[in-house]
């Protein structure tokens, strides 16, 4: 079992920037690839971006040119870079990971509680 925990939420104002993080516990060897998802009130979860191991990502196209997923395997750690937020990202995002294949997309195995990021106008 892997235990994702997040931090790094909070209340910005449009323009400004945050980081989330993302610490993995428990059986670390086995994963493969993590990401984040969010989802925005009323709105179905959507993912925002992942990474593999080996460093290759995608993201949605509502996070490219603003947002950068960064992943630390020594510290079993991802992150999400955020920045130029909008009211638009306002959502609560999850940490995500996988042991059950290698490559990017879903499904994903591992969720975490999620952490709540607001962006004001």
């Known amino acids: 079992q892997v235990q994702l925990v997040e931090s790094g939420g909070g209340l910005v104002q449009a323009g400004g920037s945050l980081r989330l993080s993302c610490a993995a516990s428990?059986?670390?060897?086995?994963?493969?690839?993590m990401g984040w998802y969010r989802q925005a009130p009323g709105k179905q979860r959507e993912l925002v971006g992942d990474?593999?191991?080996?460093?290759?990502?995608n993201y949605a196209d509502s996070a490219k040119g603003r947002f950068t997923i960064s992943r630390d395997n020594a510290k079993n750690t991802v992150y999400l870079q955020m920045n130029n937020l909008k009211p638009e990202d306002t959502a609560v995002y999850y940490c995500?990971?996988?042991?059950?294949?290698?490559?990017?997309?879903?499904?994903?195995?591992?969720w975490g509680q999620g952490t709540e990021v607001t962006v004001s106008s």
């Open positions: 995500v990971a996988k042991s059950s294949g290698w490559s990017l997309g879903p499904p994903y195995d591992y």
């Open positions: 990474i593999t191991s080996g460093g290759n990502r």
């Open positions: 428990g059986s670390i060897f086995s994963i493969n690839v």
